[in-house]
Antibody
């Protein structure tokens, strides 16, 4: 059974940095297509960044140059390094996985989310 | 980026009703659209992948259709557990985008 557990959220001041981690079990991160998706309070879902099986990464314009998605094959985790944080980055951050491994399929595995609040 | 426009943004319906949610893509995405259900405080749940492929365990009252730019998610007979927010998502582009969501409330 696939399980995704996010951690690392919290309260941070604008301009600060934080690293989110998604611990995966029941799947091998290094052979997976995975993403970070966020949801601001009371708002819809917003894609943040994605990593392909071959290691290629892409991120949305709203976080490009500030957020970096990566994976730690040894720990079997998906990470999101977030720098230069802004108030508008406040959201629940989910990690998501496609069990077929095919990037055109939907995300059928999700973590429970971790809340990030950016405020002074 | 490909824009996904969902309609309506909210909908009130009764148990037993048939409801249809529409998603329009700003350019052709083939059949690379997925539909999710989200309940308050919970992670999204994948219902339909590839426009019409129902995920394992999803009740058959849910169905998806469409291709190109226009897509629909239909619930044939609403059940109490179906009241939630629904999102479409295109997986055609490497730059993933979601619709803004459709909130389905009890009338």
């Amino acid at each position: 059974e696939v399980q995704l557990v996010e951690s690392g959220g919290g309260l941070i001041q604008p301009g600060g940095s934080l690293r989110l981690t998604c611990a995966a079990s029941g799947l091998t991160v290094s052979r997976s297509y995975m993403a970070w998706v966020r949801q601001a309070p009371g708002k819809g879902l917003e894609w943040v960044a994605v990593i392909y099986k071959d290691g290629d990464t892409y991120s949305s314009d709203s976080v490009k140059g500030r957020f970096t998605i990566s994976r730690d094959n040894g720990r079997n985790t998906l990470d999101l390094q977030m720098n230069s944080l802004r108030a508008e980055d406040t959201a629940v951050y989910y990690c998501a996985h496609v069990s077929t491994g095919w990037s055109n399929d939907g995300f059928d595995n999700w973590g429970q989310g971790t809340m990030l609040t950016v405020s002074s | 980026d490909i824009q996904m426009t969902q309609s309506p943004s909210s909908l009130s319906a009764s148990v037993g009703d048939r409801v249809t949610i529409t998603c329009r893509a700003s350019e052709s995405i083939g059949r690379y659209i997925n539909w999710y259900q989200q309940k308050p405080g919970k992670a999204p749940k994948l219902l339909v992948s590839g426009a019409s492929r129902l995920e394992n365990g999803v009740p058959s009252r849910f169905s998806g259709s469409g291709s190109g730019t226009d897509f629909t998610l239909t619930i044939s007979s609403l059940q109490p557990e179906d009241f939630a927010t629904y999102y479409c998502q295109q997986s055609y582009s490497i730059f993933i985008t979601f619709g803004q969501g459709t909130r389905l409330d009890i009338k």
